[in-house]
């Protein structure tokens, strides 16, 4: 078996392995590097991805416990039947009301987050160009996105 054809084995194996790994022909080293550096993306995505969700949840969570509290200030008031205690319920669910906006703010804050992180390109790389395979338009500069 020629070098070529065990180059072509070696880049469906690792292609079916992680769709992120390139494998240039006879260049081996080169490839591991470029798989490293596709993992320490993805790893540095699922970080950031984890972060993100983490932040806006404890956001979230922080508001809710705010709500709770008020709920059952406005329950107690409400109970009282005291005229003034009533009254002060006004401001307590404008309050609840308030916080749910809050909450509904954060969720569409994290939709948006979520999808600029997991749409992002990863790099830009230079296209490779098989100087076997007659491709012409990859020695011209041209670029292409590495997700």
């Not at 906006?101 to 390109?121: E, W």
């Amino acid at each position: 078996m020629d070098d070529t054809a065990t180059t072509t084995i070696k880049t469906k194996t690792n292609d079916n392995k992680s769709r992120k790994r390139r494998w240039s022909e006879g260049d081996d080293e080169q490839s591991k590097c470029e798989d490293d550096d596709d993992l320490e993306e993805e790893k540095q995505c699922d970080v950031e991805l984890w972060e993100t969700l983490s932040r806006s949840f404890r956001q979230v969570q922080s508001v809710l416990d705010q709500n709770r509290a008020l709920i059952q200030q406005a329950n107690d008031n409400h109970r009282s039947r005291v005229p003034d205690n009533l009254s002060k319920n006004v401001v307590l669910i404008r309050d609840i009301n308030s916080n749910i906006n809050k909450v509904l703010s954060i969720y569409s804050d994290l939709s948006a987050n979520v999808s600029s992180i997991v749409h992002r390109p990863r790099a830009i790389i230079p296209a490779k160009s098989n100087k076997n395979d007659g491709d012409e338009d990859n020695d011209t500069g041209n670029w292409k996105l590495d997700r």
